[in-house]
DNA sequence: CGGTTGACCAAGT
DNA sequence: GACTTGGCCAACC
């Protein structure tokens, strides 16, 4: 149990046990932090330091969207819709920006 | 320390 | 269903 780190670094850890093949929301995340920041989480996941150890892709919005980053215009953007093609392969299909079975493929902590 | 922002959430319009 | 408002918490200036 790591506590010594920053927020995000918490965060990145936690998100880090996402197993394959499902999604987390940021409220998820921030709650199980014992905190509801999910706005921080974001704002960590936009940091992203650990590219390919923290799946920010697998991180979605409560309402099952993918959320702001995916159909994002940025540079990196190109980057994180090629993982949602990965999520695609992993079961968890992507409809109109949307996850298909959203609670389904949901991985809550705990 | 105070104001702004952010990959959010929930409820209301 | 899309937009707006208020609220939450952390990071940045």
Do not use: W
């Not at 670094?9 to 509801?36: I, N």
């Not at 921080?40 to 590219?51: E, I």
């Not at 940025?74 to 993982?83: P, Q």
């Amino acid at each position: 149990m790591k506590q010594n780190n920053s927020f995000n670094e918490r965060t990145y850890d936690l998100l880090k046990k996402v197993p394959k093949g499902k999604v987390t929301t940021y409220k998820a995340l921030a709650e199980k932090l014992g905190t509801k920041a999910y706005r921080a989480v974001g704002q960590a996941m936009r940091c992203n330091p650990y590219a390919p150890k923290v799946p920010c892709h697998r991180v979605v919005s409560s309402d099952g969207s993918i959320g702001g980053f995916s159909g994002n215009k940025n540079s990196n953007s190109k980057e994180v819709k090629r993982k949602i093609r990965m999520l695609n392969k992993e079961s968890i299909k992507i409809k109109n920006n949307r996850i298909v079975d959203f609670e389904e493929k949901l991985f809550y902590f705990g």
